[in-house]
């Protein structure tokens, strides 16, 4: 037997709140008046005549309070929801399967005058439980988020368990009850079966891919989960909704195309709450401050925005402030991080035939740009892009020239290299052509970054053209047809370099007359210096993203740096804040991650319904009982205070007292039954019922006068 | 729980006050009103002299007695001698007024009910006393609990109900019901004999039957009037209570159920019945006075059915 509910020590406090407070109307109720009589001697000779024994006299005296004690007695027993987890001889095999999804850290269960987090009222009741535990009970703790794990094995020593409970902590991610529930079926399906503990706040959007019994081909979902015959509770926490939640849901920047220092960012906030909060949003680069925002969000307002920004640094971050008297129970989703897209600072060598066209398109751009002809050429040019000194060239364009070795480093873009038809060819060609050619395809309704804002369309090409065989990993940029004829490709070398060939002359095509051709040198040589035109958003906590990274060591937003090996790496970041990826302790690249979790961030509990769309699939077998309703607590409750005082004044005398009484004990039955449609069929209901028979007999032999 | 003696102290107040309004001017119209009423009930049956059995030398003759030694001569009836031939001595009765003693209880259990019994058998007695002096009879007005320290001798006049009344004044109410001591101590002073009205509730465990025997040993013509309250008639009593003696101080727990009222109003029934029952063997006139029943109605009751003033 375990107590599910009130604590032990808290039932202690009701009982005796509450048997203090019985016993002292019971004193009241004995304490009888004082009449003065003359004919004493009269009643004497009557109360003789009807005379009983002496402990009939002594038990009617107490057997009211006795009936009194056991009905508070079941109440404070309910309240505390015993559960018969250990009813059976054999040893139970339970996994505790505890949420530790971002919503845990609500600040909002009461605990005395203070309020604590989901996650430690969640970890007090697992406590109990494990303490509850008999010796040869093993229990496996799972914790469960967007992904699952065990954090321990099959355990009996209650002493490691509760040591290995300590030091779990919630995470920064959004919460996933078909994983958590599949991982515990997995877990249980080795062995001899066993019991699901499910601790959660069940704040999230209510299961729609778990079903108890077959699942419907109808019920269109992702993930389908049968969980028939699992023995699964709820163990649902004491959730007060206190407060609201202000919550970022979305931040994103990205450098202006001609002023890289310059960013603009886009922001989204809502408020998951009911009232409407003003709120404040800060951004810093790199720890400072540069910008304010206020908003204000009335309750399930979403507001998004752009804002410009200085954005000279390598992070942003955005941190809600509320300025409102509501409390923001959830902290995690205040605050967001982007890495801000590296900006691209090109220094071009121009290396081919003169081209009017692509060289005022370049001069249009940030960077420099150094041109060189092509019996100049020499490898040793790259070192210098500025003669006589400066930093070597990032990026070489070739019009219309090979060279006799390609540069191993720097990006290059090479622009009808089959014009050279005496040099070695740096890509495949697979076909020559000297027809007039029209580009169709630029990559459908995904264009390319490079293809953005750009329309090859109208097009014509008249002079030669090649096209090129894709090796692997290339990918196509235009192609003339269907069939696969690509003028244009894109390849990222295995040490990271980019390079991008277009198959035919720019002189001999109208493309460097339409006006999108300088937006089009402008998305080639940002992509080709590593540069994305779009906003470089922050990564979802728990969403896996695989890195292909030359890196040795991770760092965490805490600090902590783990030592990792190969170059994937599958990462779900736990918690909000940038990670960096390390070389022998240099920063190689950098990621940040953020709860962003619209979800998450509505951390009202909801109804815990596992069900199909349609038709729900709800059995009373079903055990997770306890969240399926809303219970609708001030009508009960003030049902039940209607109820106390009526039984109070049942103690009045005579007809009013007994209608008084008859109405008490009706107002119990009526939060009895409702709980129980309501609710389910748990231990209690048998207590409340008991509860409320004892209370007709208390009231029946009290009206009786076979108790006084 | 309140001490019994502060309890019976205060009731004790209350029942002095009701007395000492009962004292006043409207009081005393209303006993000469009754006494007009009297005037007309008696009228035709008695006169304001009362004969006594003693007989004496009166001019009404009473009977016959045989002669013996020591009688007067002259009282011997020589018409008698002359049929009979034996002595017979004629016997007149004597005509005397007879002292009437109003003996009310003022004792703690007649402190009770609303009305307070003691001022009903004040009212009763001093009622009575008016219009026996009104009857140019004698009277007085004998306040008892127990065994009595004062007999105030029986006086004539209606004034000398102010007398009687200031007498009263000086009583100290309360106490414990001894009715035996209390006619004792009565017949041990030897009052002339007369006719002796006793109002109390008669609420005693130790009975009633001893002390009214007592007084008709002593040749005293009684007359019992019980005075109760209509709370002891028909108690509206319910639930948990502790009956406290009034007297005495001793409780008791009880739950009041009407199983028990009924039981105990057949109870009062049977006890009063009891002395009605007893006061009828013995000729004694006997009534019962709730103490919300008017006045008036209890004298016309009282002048009516006789026994009083014969």
């Given amino acids: 037997m375990t107590f599910w509910g009130l604590s032990g020590a808290a039932m202690a406090q009701l009982a005796a709140l509450f048997g203090g407070l019985v016993f002292l109307l019971y004193m009241l109720k004995l304490r009888e008046r004082l009449i003065p009589v003359s004919a004493h001697f009269l009643w004497d000779r009557v109360i003789k005549a009807g005379q009983r ?30 559960r018969a987890i250990t009813t059976t001889d054999h040893p139970d095999r339970l996994v505790l399967l505890l949420d530790d999804s971002a919503s845990m850290r609500a600040r909002d269960v009461p605990h005395g005058a203070k309020y604590v987090t989901r996650w430690e009222n969640a970890v007090e009741k697992a406590r109990g439980l494990i303490l509850s535990k008999r010796d040869n009970d093993e229990i496996m703790l799972v914790t469960f988020s967007s992904r699952a794990s065990s954090r321990t094995s099959w355990e009996t020593d209650a002493v490691t368990l509760l040591s290995s409970l300590e030091k779990l902590s919630p995470t920064d991610m959004p919460g996933d009850l078909t994983t958590g529930l599949t991982y515990a079926q997995e877990v249980l399906s080795a062995g001899s079966p066993g019991k699901v503990i499910l601790f959660t706040d069940a704040a999230s959007e209510p299961e729609r891919n778990i079903f108890w ?57 809502i408020n998951t709450g009911t009232s409407q909060i003003k709120t404040r949003v800060d951004f810093y680069v790199d720890g400072n401050w540069r910008e304010s925002r206020q908003l204000e969000l009335v309750g399930g307002q979403e507001k998004v925005f752009l804002i410009r920004l200085p954005l000279v640094g390598a992070q942003l971050e955005a941190r809600l402030k509320n300025m409102d008297s509501e409390v923001d129970t959830l902290s995690v989703d205040d605050r967001a991080w982007a890495v801000l897209p590296r900006k691209p600072q090109p220094r071009m060598l121009f290396v081919g035939r003169e081209n009017l066209f692509l060289e005022a398109a370049l001069l249009l751009l940030p960077g420099t740009i150094r041109k060189v002809a092509p019996e100049d050429y020499r490898p040793s040019v790259l070192e210098h892009c500025m003669e006589p000194v400066g930093d070597p060239c990032n990026l070489i364009i070739f019009n219309e020239f090979v060279p006799e070795s390609v540069p191993p480093t720097a990006n290059q873009i090479w622009v009808h290299p089959a014009a050279d038809p005496a040099a070695r060819q740096p890509f495949k060609v697979a076909t020559r052509s000297k027809e007039n050619l029209q580009i169709l395809w630029t990559g459908g309704h995904a264009p390319h970054p490079i293809m953005e804002s750009v329309s090859m369309k109208d097009v014509n090409l008249w002079g030669e053209s090649t096209s090129f065989q894709l090796a692997a990993k290339d990918r196509p940029l235009m192609q003339v047809d269907a069939r696969g004829t690509v003028l244009s490709l894109l390849r990222t070398m295995p040490t990271g370099q980019r390079q991008v060939a277009i198959g035919f002359s720019l002189q001999d095509s109208d493309f460097v007359l339409q006006i999108s051709f ?27 993203r695989e890195f292909f990274l030359d890196t040795n060591q991770l760092k965490y937003p805490d600090g902590t740096v783990l030592p990792i090996s190969g170059a994937g790496l599958v990462l779900s970041p736990p918690r909000t804040g940038v990670y960096t990826f390390l070389k022998d302790g240099e920063p190689v690249h950098s990621i940040a991650a953020s709860l962003l979790s619209v979800d998450e961030s509505h951390i009202s509990p909801q109804p815990l319904e596992i069900s199909c769309r349609t038709p729900p699939v709800w059995q009373s077998k079903f055990v997770i009982w306890k969240a399926t309703k809303n219970i609708r607590w001030k009508p009960m409750l003030a049902l039940l205070l209607a109820g106390l005082g009526f039984l109070i004044m049942g103690y009045l005398r005579g007809a009013w007292g007994a209608a008084m009484a008859f109405f008490g004990a009706l107002c119990f039955a009526l939060c009895a039954v409702y709980l129980l449609l309501t609710w389910g069929y748990p231990a209690w209901v048998a207590l409340m019922g008991a509860a409320f028979v004892l209370l007709c007999v208390e009231w029946w032999t009290y009206h009786r006068r076979i108790t006084v | 729980m309140p001490d019994p003696k502060v ?47 003693k007989r004496g030398s009166g001019l009404e003759f009473a009977e016959h007695r045989e002669y013996n030694m020591g009688d007067d001569f002259r009282h011997i009836d020589w018409n008698l001698y002359g049929r009979l031939e034996k002595y017979f001595v004629r016997l007149y009765e004597e005509e005397e007024d007879i002292p009437v003693y109003v003996m009310f209880d003022v004792s703690s259990s007649m402190l009770e009910g609303t009305p307070i019994k003691a001022v009903h058998a004040f009212r009763i007695a001093a009622s009575l006393a008016y219009v026996t002096l009104a009857h140019l009879d004698r009277a007085t007005m004998l306040p008892f609990t127990g065994a009595m320290e004062q007999l105030h001798p029986p006086g004539r006049g209606k004034g000398r109900m102010f007398k009687m009344f200031h007498n009263i004044r000086n009583t100290n109410l309360g106490g414990v019901t001894d009715l035996v001591q209390a006619t004792r101590s009565f017949v041990f002073r030897r009052p002339r004999r007369g006719q002796v009205v006793l109002i109390s509730d008669f609420l005693s465990a130790e009975g009633y039957e001893e002390a009214i025997n007592l007084l008709r040993y002593h040749r005293y013509r009684v007359i019992v009037v019980q005075v109760l309250s209509p709370q002891e008639i028909a108690p509206k009593l319910s639930g948990d209570l502790e009956l406290m003696d009034v007297e005495t101080g001793q409780t008791r727990s009880i739950t009041v159920t009407a199983n028990l009222l009924r039981a105990y109003m057949a109870e009062l029934q049977k006890y009063t019945e009891s002395l009605r029952t007893f006061c009828q063997d013995h000729a004694i006139p006997y009534f019962l006075s709730p103490t919300d029943q008017p006045l008036e109605t209890l004298m016309l009751d009282v002048f009516r059915k006789g026994g009083f003033l014969r």
């Avoid at chain 1, 006795?66 to 929801?81: F, P």
């Avoid at chain 1, 089009?520 to 969403?543: D, H, I, K, R």
């Avoid at chain 2, 102290?9 to 007009?36: C, N, T, V, W």
């Fill in chain 1, 53 to 82: 024994s002496l402990l009939a006299r002594i038990l009617r005296r107490v057997f009211s309070f006795l009936l009194q004690m056991l009905i508070l007695g079941s109440v404070v027993i309910t309240l505390g929801d015993p």
């Fill in chain 1, 213 to 269: 019994g077959p699942v419907p081909e109808a019920c269109d979902v992702e993930k389908k989960l049968d969980i028939t015959g699992m023995d699964l509770y709820h163990v649902p926490l004491k959730i007060d909704p206190r407060g609201a939640n202000l919550a970022i849901t979305q931040l994103a920047a990205r450098p202006l195309p001609t002023d890289p220092d310059t960013g603009e960012v886009l922001f989204q906030a």
């Fill in chain 2, 7 to 53: 309890y019976v102290s205060q009731r004790a107040q209350l029942a002095k006050a009701g007395i000492e309004e009962s004292m006043g001017k409207d009081f005393l119209s209303e006993l000469e009103r009754l006494f007009l009423i009297s005037r007309q009930v008696l009228a035709g049956k008695l006169r304001a002299e009362r004969r006594t059995k």
């Fill in chain 1, 518 to 544: 300088p937006v089009f040198m402008l998305n080639l040589v940002n992509w080709t210096m590593g540069s994305t035109p779009g906003f470089t958003a922050t990564y979802p906590t728990g969403e896996p």
